[in-house]
């Protein structure tokens, strides 16, 4: 069965510093990969898919990036985390069909200080 | 462009009770729809989906959503709520774009009393 990993789960980083957010899949290939930001009372952004390996689209323009390079493998980075870098990350799979929905990791709290 | 309406941020039910949380999205063509269910510090788990036929859908955990067409919702019901349905819930549109893309509500967080 597909499994979705996410790591760390917590972090706690402090304004200036760099930042990694991995996550991987396993059991499936090609997937569509997605990091998501949930902030309180305002649901879910869309930050940044892929749909293939070195295939990056962005949805908002921030200070953060993200790269895939693996099939399986997604991370979220910064270079200098700022306060507003403060939420909860979640990643998520699909498959190449959006009628089966996503499956998310179990997401990363991260607070900049 | 595709957007959805969660009119609801809290609700609070007594355990036992029924649940409808209200979900509006606006999309030129049929929507394939979703509603997640979220934890305290955890991810999101997909409770159920529509994308064609009956407008009726059965999901996990005893819920159900109604797709209505002519009123662009598409409710999530439970016909009783137990304590452990204390959670936040996200209805999503999906795109089709091509990208797969997802737009989720804002959530409705609901409470269930004992």
């Known amino acids: 069965s597909q499994t979705i990993h996410q790591w760390p789960a917590t972090l706690v980083q402090p304004v200036g510093s760099p930042l990694s957010l991995e996550c991987t899949v396993e059991?499936?290939?090609?997937?569509?990969l997605y990091w998501y930001r949930q902030a309180a009372g305002r649901g879910l952004q869309l930050l940044f898919y892929?749909?293939?390996?070195?295939?990056i689209s962005s949805e908002v323009p921030q200070n953060l990036s993200a790269s895939r390079p693996q099939d399986r493998q997604f991370i979220l980075s910064s270079k200098k985390l700022l306060l507003s870098d403060s939420g909860f990350y979640l990643c998520?799979?699909?498959?190449?069909?959006?009628?089966?929905?996503?499956?998310f990791g179990s997401g990363t709290r991260l607070t900049v200080v | 462009a595709q957007s959805v309406t969660q009119p609801d941020i809290h609700i609070t039910v007594s355990e036992g009770a029924s649940l409808e949380l209200r979900c509006n999205y606006s999309?030129?063509?049929?929507?394939?729809l979703f509603w997640y269910v979220q934890s305290p510090g955890q991810g999101l788990q997909l409770l159920l989906k529509?994308?064609?036929?009956?407008?009726l859908v059965q999901g996990i955990k005893g819920f159900e959503a109604e797709f209505k067409r002519s009123q662009s919702s598409f409710n999530l019901r439970k016909p009783s709520v137990h304590w452990s349905d204390a959670a936040e819930y996200f209805c999503?549109?999906?795109?089709?774009?091509?990208?797969?893309?997802?737009?989720f509500g804002t959530g409705t967080r609901l409470k269930v009393l004992a």
């Open positions: 998520a799979w699909s498959v190449q069909d959006r009628v089966f929905g996503y499956t």
């Open positions: 059991g499936t290939s090609n997937p569509n």
């Open positions: 892929s749909v293939g390996i070195g295939q």
């Open positions: 999309y030129g063509a049929t929507p394939y």
């Open positions: 529509y994308f064609s036929g009956d407008t």
């Open positions: 999503a549109v999906g795109t089709t774009s091509g990208t797969y893309k997802y737009i």
